[in-house]
């Protein structure tokens, strides 16, 4: 399990982390970086730090941003599937097998046209830091994406939460304690928000973040019970989960601002 810093200095603390996807942490400080919150080469720094380099052997951190940033609007569009929900995805089927394997993808384009997609391996162990990131490049096609938005997302998820609160009560489920590192779905990573975050995409992205890992352990749970109960419970999890993964998505994915040139 790895732990990005924002800065030079480790955090001191988990309750500040978020929880997020492999692929959502790169884009997270590609984004700061693409909007001058940091200089690139402190985005990657940070990224590689600690265990080596962020994306295994084949995987230059810098050389992948920098080539980000030649786009004339570069746009990082995070895609969390499950069978049946791979919008956002590029590569056609290949992409999107490679997408369901790893569980995560990022899409690449610049505005709205696809230009390539980054996928990982699954880790060769449970104790694995490193997640190797494979490149697909794609022929420029329009990106699919979901017709949602970061708000209408986050009120999605703050409804579930309400209308699941026995269920979380009685699976221990509290979003407002930080997630610890062995309790991370595979594939997760604990990110500490970069500058220019806005605080209210943090909040979301830690709170999805956070139900996303304990929905999924409570999932596992639930499916080897006996209990009458408990396929009620499984299909509140994971429409509380998908929630999750929907709204923490789209808060780690990166847009372009529209240009105001005439």
């Known amino acids: 399990m790895r732990i990005i810093a924002s800065t030079s200095k480790a955090p001191t603390s988990l309750q500040n982390l978020i929880p997020a996807p492999y692929l959502g942490a790169l884009s997270l400080f ?33 050389a992948w941003i920098l080539d980000v940033r030649a786009l004339a609007m570069p746009t990082l569009t995070v895609v969390l599937p499950e069978p049946g929900r791979i919008a956002g995805i590029a590569g056609g089927p290949r992409g999107v097998m490679a997408a369901l394997a790893g569980g995560q993808a990022l899409t690449v384009g610049d505005g709205a046209i696809a230009q390539h997609l980054l996928t990982v391996a699954p880790a060769r162990h449970a104790e694995a830091r490193t997640l190797d990131i494979a490149r697909l490049d794609v022929s420029p096609t329009p990106i699919p994406v979901a017709a949602s938005d970061a708000a209408s997302a986050r009120e999605r998820l703050y409804r579930a939460l309400s209308h699941t609160h026995e ?96």
């Open 30 to 62: 590609a984004g700061a970086a693409l909007r001058r919150d940091m200089p690139i080469e402190e985005a990657a720094d940070l990224l590689d730090a600690g265990v080596g380099p962020f994306g295994g052997a084949h995987f230059d951190t810098l």
């Open 167 to 262: 269920r979380l009560v009685e699976y221990d489920l509290i979003p407002e304690e930080p997630v610890r590192p062995e309790a991370l779905p595979q594939g997760f990573v604990l990110v500490e928000p970069p500058q220019g975050m806005p605080d209210t995409h943090a909040h979301a992205a830690r709170l999805a973040g956070r139900m996303v890992s304990l929905a999924e352990a409570a999932i596992a749970q639930a499916t080897t019970s006996s209990d009458a109960g408990a396929q009620k419970a499984l299909e509140e999890l994971r429409i509380l989960a998908r929630e999750g993964r929907e709204v923490l998505a789209l808060t780690l994915s990166y847009a372009s601002a529209p240009s105001t040139a005439l």
